[in-house]
């Protein structure tokens, strides 16, 4: 399967739709998705993002960098990814780090999805449940 279609799959990947279910069965249904594998980390960090709640800083805003700046640092002159992928989980983390602050100081914790694009609460969960694991395919 080329790259395009394991984006398009992921692209289209409806396992946020089910705003009942939490966010660890999301991030497990992810990883069971037969693209998860061959999709770079950083990607899927990325991708669900995009779903997150506006309290969820992107990862180059929280950079405070251009978009494509902070995608040139995922990748070496060389072609490498490992230490790219592993400086987007560091910063992937910082981010849900600083969401939980913000929300923690809003005091209004969000149940369930909004089922809004761009709403979901349960994204930085799945991002936080992932990551690990994640990392720990793309090394072996």
Same mark, same amino acid.
């Given at each position: 399967m080329g790259n395009r279609m394991l984006v398009r799959n992921m692209l289209y990947w409806t396992g946020l739709e089910d705003t009942s279910k939490p966010a660890s069965m999301v991030a497990k249904g992810m990883l069971r998705e037969s693209w998860a594998r061959h999709v770079r980390p950083s990607t899927m960090f990325h991708y669900l993002f995009a779903f997150g709640p506006t309290l969820l800083s992107s990862p180059h805003v929280f950079k405070r960098m251009k978009a494509e700046d902070y995608v040139g640092t995922l990748v070496t002159l060389d072609g490498g990814v490992e230490e790219g992928e592993?400086? @987007?989980?560091? =910063? =992937?983390?910082?981010?849900?780090?600083?969401?939980? #602050?913000?929300? @923690?100081? #809003?005091? #209004?914790?969000?149940? %369930? %999805? @909004?089922g809004t694009f761009g709403e979901d609460p349960r994204v930085p969960s799945i991002l936080m449940t992932l990551g690990p694991e994640l990392l720990r395919r793309q090394r072996h």
């Open positions: 592993a400086s @987007s989980w560091m =910063t =992937t983390m910082a981010c849900c780090d600083v969401y939980l #602050q913000r929300e @923690s100081v #809003q005091q #209004q914790p969000q149940i %369930g %999805g @909004s």
